[in-house]
């Protein structure tokens, strides 16, 4: 069996990094060295998202503060903290389940709310977990409103 060059983009090697990979990188060792502390102190973790959602861009800030609200009404046992330099909200056992991504991180066109396997949002064989975001109305709102219900009574 033959091996399989990789593709590497011009002017960068294959054990570099870009920019916005080392900063994701930093954040998350200074996220572990804190979850110490937020799982002692959830008003600290609290503090850290809203931190975050404050540094964003105006877009980002308003949808991040808006999905922030709406976990805090919804899904008040989920407690607040940041996880890879994004706003999350994790269960009991300290597993993040939901997170808000803004677009200014990535550079993409959309922010991305989004659940994870601790969500237990399972349905059938496929069901989806990450919402591309530009507005959050009424209807979004109801919409992933319907989705932090669903946490919540599955407990996650």
């Not at 989920?78 to 677009?103: D, E, T």
């Not at 066109?109 to 994870?116: K, L, M, S």
């Not at 059938?124 to 109305?137: E, H, N, Q, R, Y």
């Not at 979004?140 to 407990?155: Q, S």
């Amino acid at each position: 069996m033959s091996k399989r060059k990789l593709s590497v983009p011009r002017g960068r090697t294959a054990a570099s990094l870009s920019d916005t990979e080392k900063q994701a990188l930093k954040d998350t060792l200074q996220e572990r060295k804190k979850q110490i502390l937020w799982a002692k102190d959830p008003q600290a973790g609290r503090q850290a998202v809203e931190t975050l959602i404050s540094a964003m861009p105006e877009a980002d800030q308003k949808l991040a503060q808006a999905f922030h609200q709406l976990v805090l009404s919804i899904a008040p046992t989920l407690l607040p903290r940041p996880w890879y330099g994004m706003p999350a909200y994790a269960n009991s056992a300290g597993q993040v389940v939901c997170f808000f991504q803004p677009a200014h991180k990535f550079k993409t066109r959309y922010a991305t709310i989004g659940f994870t396997d601790k969500a237990y949002l399972d349905q059938d064989s496929l069901w989806p977990v990450s919402f591309a975001v530009i507005d959050l109305g009424e209807k979004e709102i109801e919409h992933i409103a319907r989705l932090l219900r669903n946490v919540m009574e599955r407990k996650s």
